[in-house]
């Protein structure tokens, strides 16, 4: 089994910027689990407002148990960050890692 990279991006609403990036550095802590290679967020160039969460998971199994074992500060974050984010400019992609024959 290859790697799963899972993204999701928005945008946040600008006067909200400030607060975003401290929920996103404690986040950035507590986001820990096993098979989980990195959790990052990046800023698109240029675009203050638009950012890109980026999880790197070890093989489709760590994926599919990632969200199995709750973590009721990270769901608190979670739940301050919808506030932050525009309606409907999120979106979610899968990767599936493909290896050659």
Same mark, same amino acid.
């Given at each position: 089994m290859g790697k799963v990279i899972f993204t999701v991006k928005y945008d946040i609403y600008p006067e909200k910027r400030d607060e975003y990036l401290n929920i996103v550095k404690e986040m950035k802590n507590l986001v820990k689990a096993e098979g989980l290679e990195s959790y990052c967020v990046y800023q698109l160039r240029n675009k203050p407002e638009k950012f890109e969460e980026v999880y790197v998971f070890e093989n489709e199994q760590a994926y599919d148990d990632f969200d199995d074992k709750p973590d009721e500060r990270l769901e608190l974050l979670m739940?301050?960050?919808?506030? $932050?984010?525009? &309606?409907q400019t999120? &979106?979610?992609?899968? $990767? $599936? &890692?493909?290896h050659g024959n």
């Open positions: 739940g301050k960050l919808t506030n $932050l984010i525009k &309606e999120t &979106e979610y992609s899968t $990767l $599936l &890692e493909i």
